[in-house]
């Protein structure tokens, strides 16, 4: 076990590198000029020379690749182009709305969805089952600005019950943080709901026909205990990796969800810095996530030991 | 036993949904002014950068030796006194008492000195003052001395501008910085202190009033008179999404929303707790830029021929579409000031596509493909580009638009290769009206070619010198006989640019709000909130 998690924590460090060789490449080779951006839209192309010189965005790819490399060796992950703070520093400032959403994300759709998944599954065939999957459809379909619009208009505007838009962090005080993170939470957990529903009535679905789920009706145990002890545990292998899954899909859904409710995350940097073109901001980010995934993916593989035990590393 | 749990349940639930809901907010002991910006500042130094974000943060926190008021008149600002010799040589400037920087330093004239020198290097107006400047030297801490080669009548002018870049007075250290690297720290003299700790690029700017300011004693008046702050601090708030921000607004959780989106208008417009009102009585000034490098518009009919096809009130339907909110007006240094001229207009007042087509064909237009760049994350760009698109075709030219970002559009502009090898035909920007009313500051009818003119490069010796001559006359009638003859000039030979319309863009306010300025650059003292 501790020497494959140790295999797979090693095996970060070549991903890491394919992944920062690629999206230094990608990044220079797309049209676009921090340089003249900076400069703003009056200045004159000489100006914007000499702007380039100085951040040394003149020199040839293979020198600016082999800079930004000997920082990282340094664990400096550069400086922003626009302004001038460390990116550790941004990154930092943007980590608490992110992580805050996508836990509260994740939490809400576990809540909702498994139990829905697996009453869905149980009343296979009825009007339940029916409105879980329109539901699930409907999750899928609807997309997460449209339904955090609505959201919006309802509890913000109508009812102001809840802020429209912004983020408080925790040590503003737990209710301001909560009152934050309700509507941005509800938005982009409808998607996940309805994968991971969808997901779980499917597997507790196919379980439900095993030998040893009839045995433990014969036993008399109750459906809920047969549901949740037999069913769901041996259903879980397929729902724990959706979630894994979900949990990496989730960094995309944070880039729309943090634009729509203006939280001020990873997922708002990372779209601002592809725009300015902001190259050791973009870098250090997606480096960041791919870490993230990574360590996402290890987790989801850990999990499987505990619902499974014939799985072992 | 198990009711009772269950209705404590049920309590604590309705008690923390009901807390959830109408839990009042921090308490607010400082009055804060929340604005939604139009753009996130990145920058801090408003002499690296022309961005107009970077330009109104420091205008929240430098302050300026001149300014103007909002009738367009150049006012003393740090400057308590000043004279000009006889000969009009010699400016001696002497700041106004209790100066002084956030750090507690006073400021002196050398700290100015070095601040205009810096400036210099980089503004146009900056570069054409020093390129008349023979000497600028310290007399005392409070004195300093410009004097000039000969006869230049833009002096004030150059030093009250009041866009982009404005000649913002910083602390000598940082003012001997290269100017073409970032100061490294925001220590100004002006109204407001920037919260650097609680800064978050790409979020929120904070800024706190500075209780050591000693503002002048008119009242204000756009950029000059008495800067005096009425409330605790002042918080911009970027918000990219303009729904979100309309929502904001509407909720009162913001105050003041600088760029409302056009299409958010009419719904603010009902909206009982919001006023809209058009502040910049200027304006924007729409420029549709061919690329006088190459074929067909290094051909000056060619370049005639976009008079003949563009009609603005296409584009400006198109980019405003509430006509209160727009002007036809062909003037390139902008109706309602008093550069505005009337000389030559008649080709873009004209609507004649066969004319046009006529003049392509004298410039040897035989279908050969233009590039048009499109940026498309920019509406009114966008729309502009795509009108143009039509109005090229439809004086039958083969058009092939290339949709991009703002960010790719701005480093393909500065290619000057053939457009067939990465370079491009035609354009579009705008500009603020502030930013052309003069031949000085509208860096968009230079005529220095690929050595000094802005992207698309027009060449024209005549207008240089013209330009100089308004440089260096001070007698308003006669700078004014000199903007008649460069607009005849630019619109007879040289086109550098199609002005495309001159729309007007409001801004939208709680009701709570009252003195917010009217002028062509946001200001946020004066502003107070109820």
Request: net charge negative; proline share 6%; hydrophobic share 45%.
């Amino acid at each position: 076990m501790y020497a494959y998690v140790m295999r797979r924590v090693v095996a970060i460090i070549p991903v890491m590198a394919v992944v920062g060789i690629f999206v230094f490449l990608l990044l220079h080779l797309t049209p676009g000029d921090p340089a003249a951006i900076i400069a703003g839209d009056y200045a004159s192309p000489a100006d914007i020379e000499k702007i380039r010189a100085r951040l040394g965005l003149d020199q040839p790819i293979h020198v600016q690749f082999a800079r930004w490399v000997g920082q990282l060796a340094h664990g400096d992950l550069g400086v922003s182009i626009f302004s001038n703070l460390p990116v550790t520093k941004l990154i930092g400032q943007r980590l608490e709305p992110t992580f805050a959403l996508c836990v509260a994300t994740i939490i809400l759709s576990i809540v909702i969805a498994v139990p829905l998944g697996v009453f869905a599954a149980w009343r296979a065939g009825t009007f339940v089952d029916r409105a879980t999957m329109v539901f699930a459809v409907l999750g899928f379909s609807v997309p997460i600005f449209v339904i955090g619009y609505i959201l919006m208009y309802v509890f913000a505007i109508e009812l102001r019950w809840l802020p429209a838009q912004g983020y408080k962090p925790l040590a503003d005080g737990f209710v301001p943080f909560l009152r934050s993170i309700i509507l941005p939470s509800i938005a982009l957990s409808t998607l996940y709901t309805a994968l991971i529903a969808r997901i779980s009535r499917a597997s507790v679905l196919e379980v439900l026909t095993e030998d040893y789920i009839r045995t433990a009706h014969a036993k008399g145990l109750s459906s809920p205990i047969v549901l949740m002890r037999h069913a769901l545990r041996n259903a879980a292998v397929p729902i724990v990796t959706i979630i894994g899954i979900g949990i990496a899909l989730l960094i995309g859904g944070v880039v729309v969800t943090e634009s729509v409710f203006n939280i001020p995350g990873l997922g708002r940097l990372t779209v601002d810095a592809i725009l300015h073109r902001d190259y050791p901001v973009i870098q250090a980010i997606i480096l960041v996530f791919s870490g993230v995934y990574v360590f996402i993916n290890l987790l989801a593989d850990l999990a499987y030991t505990l619902f499974d035990p014939r799985i072992r590393y | 036993m198990k009711s009772r749990l269950r209705s404590a349940a049920v309590a604590l639930a309705l008690g923390a949904a009901a807390g959830l809901a109408f839990a009042p907010g921090a308490a607010q002991a400082e009055k804060v002014l929340r604005i939604v910006p139009h753009a996130d500042l990145k920058n801090l130094d408003p002499i690296w950068t022309t961005a107009y974000i970077t330009r109104n943060h420091g205008y929240m926190v430098y302050d300026t030796l001149f300014a103007v008021d909002e009738n367009l008149n150049v006012q003393p600002q740090m400057v308590g006194e000043w004279s000009a010799s006889e000969d009009g040589l010699v400016y001696t400037f002497t700041l106004r008492d209790g100066l002084a920087w956030h750090d507690g330093d006073p400021v002196t004239a050398a700290d100015c000195v070095a601040s205009i020198k810096r400036w210099g290097k980089r503004d146009g107006m900056g570069q054409k003052l020093i390129q008349f400047t023979k000497e600028l030297a310290v007399v005392d801490d409070g004195t300093f001395t410009l004097t000039l080669n000969e006869p230049y009548g833009l002096v004030l002018a150059s030093l009250g501008k009041i866009s982009s870049n404005t000649p913002f007075m910083m602390k000598k250290e940082h003012a001997e910085v290269d100017a073409f690297e970032q100061v490294p720290e925001v220590v100004g003299s002006g109204p407001f202190k920037f919260a650097k700790d609680l800064w978050v690029p790409g979020s929120k700017v904070v800024y706190l009033k500075n209780e050591d300011y000693v503002p002048r004693a008119e009242p204000a008046s756009a950029a000059a008179g008495g800067k005096v702050v009425k409330v605790d601090r002042v918080e911009w708030i970027y918000i990219p999404d303009p729904a979100t921000t309309m929502n904001a607004l509407v909720n009162g959780e913001v105050d003041l929303w600088e760029t409302p989106a056009v299409d958010m208008v009419p719904l603010l417009q009902q909206n009982e707790g919001v006023e809209l009102a058009v502040i910049d009585p200027l304006g924007t000034q729409g420029w549709l830029r061919p690329n006088h490098l190459h074929f067909p518009f290094n051909h000056p009919s060619a370049r005639r021929a976009l008079l003949y096809a563009v009609n603005q009130e296409d584009y400006l339907r198109a980019i405003v579409g509430d006509p209160k909110l727009y002007r036809v007006c062909p003037a390139y240094f902008i109706c309602g000031t008093p550069n505005e001229s009337s000389v030559g207009v008649e080709a873009l007042e004209t609507v004649d596509h066969d004319k046009a087509r006529a003049l392509l064909k004298e410039a040897g237009y035989n279908g050969e493909k233009i590039i048009l760049m499109q940026p498309t994350d920019i509406p009114v760009l966008n729309n502009a580009s795509l009108v143009t698109a039509q109005v090229l075709r439809d004086i039958g030219m083969d058009v092939e638009v290339q949709a991009m970002d703002w960010s790719t559009l701005t480093s393909r502009r500065a290619e000057q290769k053939a457009p067939a090898d990465g370079g491009w035909n035609v354009f579009h920007t705008y500009s603020t009206g502030a930013d052309v009313t003069s031949p000085i500051a509208n860096i968009g009818i230079s005529g220095g070619g690929v050595e000094s003119a802005w992207f698309g490069w027009p060449t024209d010796a005549r207008t240089e010198e013209l330009r100089d001559m308004y440089a260096r006359e001070a007698d308003p009638a006669k700078q004014k006989a000199i903007i008649d003859e460069l607009q005849g000039r630019l619109f007879e030979e040289v086109v550098p640019y199609v002005n495309y319309g001159q729309w007007f863009q409001p801004v939208a306010w709680r009701k709570e709000l009252s003195g917010v300025l009217v002028s062509p650059v946001p200001f946020f003292w004066n502003i107070e909130k109820n």
